[in-house]
């Protein structure tokens, strides 16, 4: 008995999908040529349910869809059925693919939430974190102080945590550095792009983003 010729259901399929030969719906589905010829004679058994679903992919139907159209009905009760098994493999494909997109928005989800717990924690921190640098420098300069053995308890701890975040010092206190418009703000006068500066108080960035522009003033 000869194999079933489904040639004209597969060159009407090709037409559709814009593919004008089998050798070219081979190269763009990546498949052999005779995993294609084993399609047009209806031997779904000896097909990999991979090919399958590369093949209903590029001919732009369902996988079950494809199995119905090249099943010859011939298999034997002890044998899955192509259609059972293109229809479990097509609900396990959705299944993972909704699970993929679930732990995505999971992801994001905690992404926004993380950044919107640093952006609350920073707006506490605020003063702390415009007005510590400047109070320890002066500390540092007046070793006298009593103040000075403080330092280590409060710095280390901060600068963890500012680590941890990714948020950066721009520049130190007492620096001389060229004025920039765009991370320094100017707390007297008037100074040119460029101009030599001093850092009365740092400012800060957390990545590509600006947090605070550093206080400076005419050296």
């Known amino acids: 008995?000869?194999?079933?010729?489904?040639?004209?259901?597969?060159?009407?399929?090709?037409?559709?999908?814009?593919?004008?030969?089998?050798?070219?719906?081979?190269?763009?589905?990546?498949?052999?040529?005779?995993?294609?010829?084993?399609?047009?004679?209806?031997?779904?058994?000896?097909?990999?349910?991979?090919?399958?679903?590369?093949?209903?992919?590029?001919?732009?139907?369902?996988?079950?869809?494809?199995?119905?159209?090249?099943?010859?009905?011939?298999?034997?009760?002890?044998?899955?059925?192509?259609?059972?098994?293109?229809?479990?493999?097509?609900?396990?494909?959705?299944?993972?693919?909704?699970?993929?997109?679930?732990?995505?928005?999971?992801?994001?989800?905690?992404?926004?939430?993380?950044?919107?717990?640093?952006?609350?924690?920073?707006?506490?921190l605020e003063s702390l974190l415009l007005f510590w640098p400047t109070a320890a420098q002066k500390a540092r300069e007046n070793p006298q102080l009593a103040a000075v053995k403080i330092l280590p308890l409060v710095q280390k701890p901060l600068e963890q945590l500012l680590r941890a975040w990714g948020v950066e010092m721009i520049a130190t206190v007492g620096a001389e550095i060229p004025y920039d418009p765009q991370c320094h703000e100017l707390l007297q006068g008037t100074a040119q792009l460029g101009e030599i500066v001093k850092v009365c108080y740092v400012g800060y960035s957390q990545g590509d983003n600006l947090l605070y522009r550093a206080k400076v003033n005419l050296p």
């Not at 992919?57 to 119905?68: D, F, G, K, P, R």
């Open 1 to 124: 008995m000869s194999d079933p010729d489904f040639t004209p259901k597969l060159q009407n399929l090709m037409q559709r999908a814009g593919i004008s030969s089998f050798k070219s719906l081979s190269r763009t589905a990546g498949v052999s040529e005779r995993q294609i010829l084993r399609l047009r004679r209806g031997k779904l058994k000896q097909i990999k349910l991979d090919v399958l679903l590369s093949l209903s992919e590029i001919l732009q139907i369902s996988l079950s869809e494809l199995v119905a159209t090249f099943s010859t009905g011939s298999f034997d009760s002890t044998t899955q059925h192509p259609i059972t098994q293109a229809k479990l493999l097509q609900e396990n494909t959705d299944l993972k693919t909704e699970y993929e997109r679930i732990v995505l928005k999971l992801e994001q989800q905690r992404e926004d939430i993380q950044q919107e717990f640093q952006r609350s924690s920073l707006q506490i």
